[in-house]
């Protein structure tokens, strides 16, 4: 069993920066992905960007490409998403995910991760 605890979520203004971080206990191993996922209102979970073990393995959505940055250090046991050039379509719970895999490319698909984090709301408004 892992457990995930995420915080850092509130409420910005367009074009803020906030920093979201995850730490992770329990059961954590060397070959694993990280992963963090959004959900907003009426739409269905998305992947936003994610770590594997590899060294280097930083995966982003498109749509966070280039505003997003994910850090991760060599413990296993946290991963940060500094969130930059927000916008209202940012607005959303965000969940870090964790899953066991030998694999470099970390897995964007929600289904394939078992241990989730209860999510932080980060909203952007004016």
Not at 6 to 29: I, W
Request: hydrophobic share 30%.
């Amino acid at each position: 069993q892992v457990q995930l605890l995420e915080s850092g979520g509130g409420l910005v203004q367009p074009g803020d920066s906030l920093r979201l971080s995850c730490a992770a206990s329990g059961r954590t191993v060397r070959d694993y992905h990280m992963g963090w996922f959004r959900q907003a209102p009426g739409k269905e979970r998305e992947f936003v960007g994610g770590v594997s073990w590899s060294p280097g393995s930083a995966r982003y959505a498109d749509a966070v490409k280039g505003r997003f940055i994910i850090s991760s250090d060599n413990t296993m046991k946290s991963m940060d998403l500094q969130m930059n050039s927000l916008t209202p379509e940012d607005t959303a719970i965000y969940y870090c995910a964790y899953r066991y895999s030998l694999q470099t490319i970390v897995d964007t698909t929600a289904s394939q991760y078992p241990y989730w984090g209860q999510g932080t709301q980060v909203t952007v408004s004016s």
